[in-house]
C-alpha cells in the first residue's frame, strides 16, 4: 500500500472573545456603584483618561438622604437625556483637581466581600478568560455572599465551560460558604467543606431543605422520624448546624453596600410617567488631548517607538472603555423605555399590576440577544413612586390560568397583602390563601402558595400562629 501526502481544506465555526467584548459582558453586569470603583481603576492606571472638573460622584448624597429617610423614598435630581457623554463642550479640565475630586468621593474605604474574593481570586493560576468568568461570578454576589443571578444567564456559552472550575475554586474561598444561591445551599457547602459526608451530609440536607420550620415549632419528635433518626442524633445535627453561618457574607465591610444608587427613574409626573436616567453617577470620560498629542511630538528613535506604541495602547483602552460605557448606558435606556410601556400599570397603581413579562421578550423588542438583557439588568435599580425596586422584579412569568393578564410578582403581592388583612385574626394555612386567590380569580394551587410564601420571608401558618 502505497501513502502520498495531500493537503485539504476544511471551514469550521470558531467563537473567539475580544478583550473589548469580555469588557463589555463584565461593564454590562456592573451596578453603578462597583462601575464608579471600574472607572476609578481605569483612571489610576491609564493617563490618557481625563474626567470633567465639574462632576462628583453622588453616592454620598444618597446615602445622607436614605439615613435621613425611614421610607427609602429619595429625591434627586436626574438628567433627562438620552445622550451619553460624546459631547464634552464647555467643560474647563484641569486634570489633577478633577481626578483628586473622584479619588476623594469613590467608594469603599473599607474592605467589602467581593473585594475580599477578588484579591483571592488574583492569587490564582488562571487563563484571561477563566479570570474574566472569575470576575464576573463574584461581581454577581450580594453582601450576604449569594448570587444575584443564576451565573449561566450572565455568561456566554463559551465563558460558560469554565463555570464548574470557577464554582468550585470561589466555593474554597474565605469565608466559607459564599458564591451560592440562597442561605441554605451556603449552609450544605459549609457542612460540607468541614468534612460532613455520606449518610450524615444526607441527613444534614434533609434538615436543612425540609425540617427547618418544624425544628423551630419545637417538633423534633417528627423531624427525627422524617430524617429516619434518633432524636439524640438529630440533637447533634442541630448543634453542628448552629455553629455554621446562614450569611457568611455579613462579616465584611458594610457602608456603600447597604445602600443601592437608582439608575433609571420612573415616576409618574401630572399623570404621566416620565423616565429619567441618573447620569450624575457616572462622568463623562474623555482622551486628554495633551496625552494624545505625546505620540506627534516624540523624535524617530528606538526609544521612542516604544514610547508611541505604549499611547497608542492607553488611547484605545480609553477610547474602548468609554464606548463600552456608553454601549451599557444607552441598552439600559432602551431597556427601562420598554418597562416604561409593558409595567405602566404597575408604575401608575402598584405592585399588584405588574404583568407577566419575559426577558425573551425584551430582547427581541430591543433587538439584543437574551443574555445581554439578563446582565444589564443584573444589579440594576430603578426609582419608581412605590420605593427604588431591582430591575429584575419587573421579570415576571406568567400564573394560573390567567396567564397572560397574571404574573408571579403580582401573586406575591396579593399573598401579601391577604395575609396583612388577616392580621390579628387565625394565622391562614397556604390552603387557605389558595382558597381566597381562587375566590379572587386566581388559580395558585397550595404548594405554589407555599413556595411564594416563603420567597416572601413568611412563615407557615403553625409557626405564625404561636406568634
Known amino acids: 500500500m502505497e501513502l502520498s501526502p495531500n493537503l485539504s481544506l476544511s471551514q469550521k465555526q470558531q467563537l473567539k472573545l475580544s478583550p473589548q467584548l469580555l469588557q463589555s459582558f463584565e461593564l454590562m453586569a456592573l451596578p453603578l456603584a462597583e462601575l464608579q470603583q471600574k472607572i476609578k481603576s481605569e483612571i489610576e492606571s491609564n493617563p490618557a483618561l481625563e474626567l470633567p472638573s465639574s462632576w462628583e460622584v453622588s453616592y454620598e448624597r444618597y446615602a445622607q438622604q436614605s439615613q435621613q429617610k425611614e421610607s427609602g423614598r429619595i429625591d434627586d435630581t436626574y438628567s433627562d437625556s438620552s445622550s ?8 474647563d479640565y484641569e486634570a489633577s483637581d478633577r481626578q483628586q475630586k473622584f479619588m476623594e468621593n469613590a467608594l469603599s474605604e473599607e474592605e467589602t466581600l467581593q473585594e475580599h474574593l477578588l484579591s483571592q481570586l488574583g492569587c490564582e493560576t488562571l487563563s484571561e478568560e477563566e479570570y474574566v468568568v472569575g470576575q464576573i461570578l463574584i461581581t454577581n454576589i450580594d453582601a450576604n455572599g449569594f448570587f444575584l443571578e443564576d451565573p449561566r444567564d450572565i455568561l456566554t456559552s463559551q465563558q460558560a465551560t469554565h463555570l464548574e472550575k470557577l464554582l468550585k475554586i470561589i466555593h474554597q474561598f474565605d469565608p466559607a460558604g459564599v458564591g451560592v444561591k440562597d442561605w441554605k445551599e451556603s449552609l450544605i ?83 404621566e410617567l416620565v423616565l429619567r436616567m441618573n447620569n450624575s453617577s457616572l462622568p463623562d470620560l474623555r482622551v486628554s488631548t495633551e496625552f494624545e498629542s505625546l505620540a506627534e511630538e516624540l523624535v524617530n528613535t528606538e526609544e521612542a517607538k516604544k514610547a508611541q506604541q505604549y499611547i497608542q495602547n492607553q488611547l484605545k483602552s480609553a477610547n474602548s472603555l468609554i464606548f463600552q460605557i456608553q454601549v451599557r448606558n444607552q441598552t439600559l435606556y432602551r431597556l427601562a423605555q420598554v418597562l416604561l410601556v409593558h409595567q405602566r400599570d404597575f408604575f401608575l397603581f402598584g405592585p399588584q399590576y405588574i404583568k407577566p413579562l419575559t426577558q425573551k421578550e ?105 406568634n
Open 84 to 91: 451619553y457623554g460624546s459631547d464634552f463642550a464647555g467643560y
Open 189 to 271: 457547602l459549609q457542612a460540607t467543606l468541614k468534612g460532613l459526608k455520606d449518610g450524615d451530609l444526607l441527613h444534614f440536607k434533609a434538615l436543612v431543605n425540609d425540617n427547618l420550620e418544624l425544628m423551630r415549632a419545637n417538633k423534633q419528635s417528627q423531624v427525627a422520624k422524617n430524617l429516619g433518626i434518633d432524636e439524640q442524633e438529630l440533637d447533634a445535627l442541630y448543634s453542628f448546624l448552629k455553629t455554621l453561618t446562614p450569611f457568611p457574607g455579613q462579616g465584611f465591610a458594610s457602608g456603600p453596600q447597604q445602600y443601592v444608587i437608582p439608575d433609571v427613574s420612573i415616576k409618574a409626573e401630572d399623570g
Open 362 to 466: 425584551v430582547a427581541a423588542e430591543i433587538g439584543v440577544h437574551e443574555t445581554t438583557v439578563s446582565r444589564i439588568s443584573t444589579a440594576k435599580w430603578i426609582d419608581t413612586d412605590w420605593g427604588i425596586i431591582p430591575v429584575k422584579k419587573l421579570f415576571s412569568n406568567a400564573v394560573g390560568e390567567e396567564g397572560s393578564e397574571l404574573s408571579k410578582q403580582a401573586v406575591k403581592e396579593t399573598i401579601r397583602q391577604i395575609l396583612e388583612e388577616h392580621q390579628g385574626q387565625k394565622a391562614l394555612s397556604d390552603q387557605k390563601i389558595s382558597d381566597i386567590l381562587k375566590e379572587r380569580g386566581i388559580s395558585v394551587a397550595r404548594r405554589t402558595v407555599a413556595k411564594y410564601r416563603n420567597e416572601l420571608n413568611i412563615d407557615p401558618s403553625f409557626i405564625r400562629g404561636t
